[in-house]
């Protein structure tokens, strides 16, 4: 079963094996059902990572601020850390994401407080979801970033995406995060890697 918001951490609690990125993250995303078992795994990491080296941007020793705290951006922050990144997570509850991180084990800051210059910037909030929401990243932020990360997917241009791209900065939207999610949950549904160009082929003519 592949598993979205709001119930990546339902879907953690009730599976009976766990893997590490899901026991760290408190979530997953996908459910792979056996005969005695279910296993849980979460591949929202392979996503946003899969993205940024699409992009031919190496996260190792980069900051990374993910916005948010549920589900997909504890997933993202785990596969950021995982992958070198030093993670930042901000959200709208300093409590809440001072004890998000601290569960963790990555960085946070305060709701208000600027994305360090440079930055990889995520977006794994539902903001963007509806024409017309203001982006999680100011303007400022995003012209000094490294790259810009948007978990939010559909027919339509996130207005996050839109201004990356004017500002000329690298940006993945949300169906380039839901090409390697979903390559790396069928992988792990059938133990074998469906060929990209194929995945990719059959998104843009879904779009």
């Known amino acids: 079963w592949a598993v979205t918001t709001p119930y990546k951490a339902e879907a953690a609690a009730a599976a009976d094996q766990h893997a590490p990125r899901v026991l760290r993250a408190g979530a997953a995303n996908t459910l792979i ?3 005695q078992r279910v296993m849980a795994e979460n591949t929202d990491a392979d996503g946003v990572v899969g993205s940024l080296i699409n992009l031919g941007l190496d996260p190792l ?3 990374a601020v993910v916005q ?6 504890r997933g993202a922050a ?27 084990e990555v960085g946070w800051c305060e709701p208000g407080e600027d ?23 100011r303007d400022g932020e995003i012209a000094a970033a490294a790259a810009v990360v948007d978990m ?30 979903g390559i790396a949950q069928f992988a792990a549904f059938t ?8 995945v990719r082929e059959a998104l843009q003519q879904a779009k």
Request: net charge negative; charged share 25%; hydrophobic share 40%.
């Open 33 to 35: 059902l056996g005969e």
């Open 61 to 63: 020793g980069r900051s």
């Open 68 to 73: 948010g705290t549920g589900g997909a951006a």
């Open 78 to 104: 785990v596969g950021l850390h995982l992958a070198g990144a030093n993670v930042i997570l901000r959200g709208r509850s300093a409590d809440r994401t001072r004890e998000t991180a601290e569960t963790m």
């Open 115 to 137: 994305a360090p210059d440079e930055a990889i910037l995520v977006n794994a909030t539902p903001v963007g979801c509806e024409s017309g929401e203001a982006s999680p990243f």
């Open 152 to 181: 939010v997917y559909g027919r339509r241009t996130t207005d996050l995406i839109a201004r990356a791209r004017d500002l000329e900065v690298p940006a993945a939207d949300g169906l380039e995060v839901l090409l390697h999610r």
């Open 191 to 198: 133990q074998r890697v469906p060929p990209k160009h194929v």
